[in-house]
Structure formats: C-alpha cells, structure tokens
C-alpha cells in the first residue's frame, strides 16, 4: 500500500547483530557475525525501537496482569530479591507455544524451583483473559505464572517486541532470561524472534548463576 496523505512516518536507524542460531546472550561467548544497520519505518507507538536489555542490568518497573485486567501486578514485586525465570512467547494458543515452548517450562518447573528458582513467568501480549484460558487449559497454576502484557510495555521497555501482522501487530519475541534480584543474569533471544532453538526451558543454564546456599533469601514467600 502507497502512503497516503497526512500519513505520518518515523524514520529509524537501528543496529542489529547478524548472529547464528542458538546465540547466547549472556555476555559468556565471543559474538559472531557483523554488526549491521537496517533502516526502518514505523508508523505509531506499537514499533518504538529501543535498546535491547543487556546482561548485568536491571528490568525497568513495569506493571503485567493476571487472569484480570483489575488484577495488576508489579513487577518488581515479583523480582526483588528472588530469582526468577521468565520467558515470552509471540502468542498464547499459537502452536509453537503451546506444542514446545510452554509445556517445556511445565516439564521441569518442579526442578528448577528445587534448584532455587522463586518463580517462573511467561508473558505474552496478549490481555489476561487470553493468558487464564491458555493456563486454565495447560494446568499451569503452581508451575508457572501467566502474565498479561497487554500494550507491550514491558517487550517495549526491555527492546524485545516485534510486529507480526499476522498475529494482530506488536508482539513479544520469543525469549528466556534469569534474574537475581532484578538483575539479568541470562538472556537468550531467538534470532528471528519466533523460532524455537535457544530460548526453550532445556537451553538456560540458570544454575551456573547460583546455589541454593548462594540464592537471595525469599523474606516473603508468599509474593503477588
């Protein structure tokens, strides 16, 4: 579709790293490939580029949902002093997510709490109602948190969104990271944003990052 009149776009530069599958991003390899700039034209709010988060800083405070729009959660909250595992999917009920993505998570949630894990978090946009059908049909209470981002604020905020037009616009790419006390200890982007190679459950390496003696003590275990 040409431009139209009082069309208004933004012109964009932004430098994305050329890497290969199963690319890590915890500052423990040597990057591969160049460094490249594409430019790119954005029309709205839903494709504001930032820079993506890095290993070693913190997650910017943000709000995400669960089962309800009225029930709001902060996520500092859920990540001051704890450890935690979260992970995004483009989309609940996509088949990726539901066939491999989520069930992974699912599969090795008990033994990932026992090795010291407070907590585990998928958050997709998508709005809360969506994501409480999507755990009420994979029995995901007690294993893993289902949190509602429903104007991509937090994929905004952290530089991990990405438009899929076919799944209704701005959307979270897929991706996995640990944090310890906010903290991105470990951060595993997919490269082309949707695949499924290094942001499943079996490729993080959480426990290189702490023991269970070493763990920040959970002063309330019964957190939001």
Not at 184 to 198: A, F, H, W, Y
Not at 213 to 221: L, M, Q
Request: glycine share 8%; aromatic share 8%; net charge positive.
């Amino acid at each position: 579709m040409k431009p139209g009149l009082g069309t208004v776009y933004r012109l964009s530069c932004v430098c994305i790293a050329s890497v290969s599958l199963q690319t890590r991003v915890d500052g423990s390899f040597k990057k591969r490939g160049s460094l490249i700039k594409q430019n790119v034209i954005d029309r709205g709010a839903a494709n504001v580029f930032t820079r993506v988060i890095r290993v070693g800083e913190t997650l910017p405070d943000c709000v995400l949902y669960e089962d309800y729009p009225t029930n709001s959660i902060k996520l500092p909250d859920l990540l001051v002093a704890r450890n935690v595992v979260i992970f995004a999917v483009p989309g609940a009920f996509t088949p990726g997510c539901s066939r491999t993505h989520l069930p992974g998570y699912l599969n090795v949630a008990e033994r990932m709490k026992s090795d010291g894990v407070h907590e585990i978090i998928c958050v997709s946009v998508n709005d809360p109602y969506v994501m409480a059908a999507w755990s009420e049909k994979y029995h995901t209470k007690g294993k893993v948190r289902m949190l509602a981002d429903p104007s991509g604020d937090f994929v905004r905020g952290i530089g991990l969104g990405m438009n899929i037009p076919a799944l209704g616009g701005y959307r979270a790419k897929r991706f996995s990271m640990f944090t310890t006390n906010s903290v991105v200890k470990e951060l595993n982007i997919e490269p082309d944003g949707t695949g499924l190679s290094c942001s499943l459950a079996s490729a993080l390496e959480y426990q290189k990052y702490f023991s269970k003696k070493e763990a920040p003590e959970d002063e309330n275990p019964n957190k939001v």
